[in-house]
């Protein structure tokens, strides 16, 4: 259409009768009306007629498309057109009439479309901001738009109890973000919203904001429990707070920050009642600061599988990073193609490859035949993609579905017959976790003292059976020399063993051999 507008290519018409109606949209069937002109002039229906064939195409009634192709096709031929050429046009007019609009409807969406357009171009973070606030309860949604920003180059910006606001708003990128130092348009990201935060509540974000915003940010958990109304806050939606990373300003450790939920809640009430009574404490100040304050749990830190886990629970997913990063070693030993080479590398075609993908969503349907299938999207850490499943695969897809494991696909890359894009099909699942369990030559791991082993063992003794050997490293003689020693089993090796070991007491460091 816009090369013929441009005059690139020529205007071409499906038969000479119809450039009086196809003419202004430069031969291409746009509207209703010319569906309904045409079926006039080829095949001389009444407009009632003309109608019933609008309808039955639109609504791809076989039954009464098939009648209604025997009806055309007989017009046609009475005045004169090829039998053949006729059931080409029919098809042409029913692939357009599948989604044509009405001309005045078509017009107004055109112009809105436009106008978005224009404000995706010229104003690309303003816009995203606001179409997220638009869909601020539709996770899918949500999920979708932040694989746009991380494809346009935007960071999004974690929510954050002293930044962020009710809906999704801009604000300047932090320094590790800053691309261009001249052009301060393009150093802008977006900041998460509160009211987007799972089970928080928009009523008790805007309070949490007034407060912000009126009396200064919240120095930490405690001034921020002292400030805000208890009857507007619950425990759990503290908890959801911090999984969703709001807290890390205050805290950064997540585990301590959400094991600390009630003592929040505890002192947030014990202040209401202070201002209630309207008494003034002994220890004023200062003082008070020292005398009253709880100090916070000393908690196990969260490994970051259970970190992103929490996160995904909190905001319906992953923000501040991916499931799979913590596999980049296996996917480049594997040679997993990510989703956007897929996507972007047409040679592909026709090959079949392996792909790897935390799970987004599933769904299963029955095909037209009356087979199952299944419908399993993925993302990697390039952007999403979906891949059908059909029924000698849906029970083992079900069980890593259930399982929730990141998995390693091999899938056949095909192009749709209805639009050209690409479409994949299941081969062969696993779970990632295996994958990288039968990868992984070992662990080197540097302790501070034997008291570290227990836990260690603790860890390693859930992930027997694989193929990795363990050294361990420890100082000895006052540490001035250092033992090493290699375990005696194999182990499944695994970024989730890996993140389990560094969190416990008294490890220095895990490496991946």
Not at 6 to 14: A, D, F
Not at 26 to 55: K, N
Not at 260 to 277: F, L, P, T
Not at 407 to 415: E, G, L, N
Request: overall charge negative.
């Amino acid at each position: 259409y816009v090369d013929r507008k441009h005059g690139r290519l020529e205007v071409e018409y499906p038969h000479p009768i119809l450039e009086g109606i196809l003419g202004e949209t430069y031969g291409v069937i746009i509207y209703q009306e010319q569906v309904m002109q045409i079926a006039q002039v080829m095949s001389g229906y009444s407009l009632g007629e003309a109608d019933i064939l609008r309808r039955a195409m639109g609504k791809k009634i076989k039954e009464e498309m098939d009648k209604q192709r025997g009806r055309f096709c007989d017009g046609a031929v009475e005045r004169g057109i090829p039998e053949e050429k006729a059931s080409y046009i029919f098809d042409l007019v029913t692939k357009f009439a599948s989604y044509g609009f009405n001309k005045s409807h078509a017009a107004a969406y055109a112009l809105v479309a436009y106008h978005t357009a224009y404000l995706k171009a010229n104003y690309p973070v303003e816009f995203m901001a606001a179409i997220m606030t638009l869909d601020m309860g539709n996770t899918d949604k949500l999920a979708a738009f932040k694989m746009e920003l991380q494809r346009m180059d935007v960071p999004l910006l974690l929510p954050d109890i002293n930044y962020s606001k009710v809906p999704f708003v801009v604000e300047a990128a932090p320094e590790g973000y800053i691309k261009e130092e001249d052009d301060p348009r393009h150093n802008l990201g977006v900041r998460y919203a509160l009211g987007a935060i799972k089970g928080v509540g928009e009523k008790a974000m805007e309070a949490v904001v007034a407060e912000r915003e009126a009396n200064g940010k919240f120095a930490d958990v405690f001034d921020f429990a002292e400030r805000v109304d208890p009857k507007l806050l619950n425990k759990r939606q503290i908890e959801r707070l911090v999984a969703a990373g709001a807290f890390d300003s205050l805290v950064p450790d997540r585990a301590q920050a959400y094991a600390a939920a009630e003592m929040i809640m505890r002192v947030a009430q014990m202040e209401a009642k202070e201002r209630e009574s309207d008494q003034v404490s002994l220890f004023a100040g200062e003082m008070a600061a020292v005398v009253d304050r709880p100090v916070l749990p000393i908690v196990k830190q969260w490994t970051d599988t259970e970190m992103l886990d929490e996160e995904r629970k909190a905001v319906g997913f992953y923000i501040s990073a991916h499931p799979l990063d913590s596999y980049e070693t296996v996917l480049e030993r594997e040679r997993i193609i990510p989703a956007r080479d897929v996507y972007s590398s047409p040679g592909l075609v026709g090959q079949t490859v392996r792909m790897a993908g935390a799970i987004l969503g599933y769904r299963e349907g029955i095909t037209k035949r009356g087979g199952k299938f299944g419908r399993l999207t993925l993302s990697d850490r390039t952007d999403a993609f979906e891949m059908m499943a059909f029924e000698d695969d849906l029970d083992r897809m079900r069980a890593l579905v259930e399982e929730g494991a990141p998995m390693v696909v091999s899938v056949q890359i095909r192009k749709r017959d209805d639009d050209d894009s690409i479409g994949l099909s299941c081969r062969s699942m696993e779970s990632l976790e295996q994958v990288a369990s039968q990868s992984s030559k070992g662990l080197f791991i540097e302790v501070e003292d034997a008291s570290a082993f227990a836990p260690i063992k603790a860890s390693l003794d859930r992930k027997t059976g694989g193929k990795g050997k363990v050294t361990m490293r420890l100082p000895v003689a006052d540490g001035n020399r250092f033992a090493e020693f290699r375990m005696t089993g194999r182990y499944k090796v695994t970024p989730e063993l890996k993140q389990a070991i560094a969190a416990e007491m008294g490890v220095l460091t895990v490496e991946e051999i």
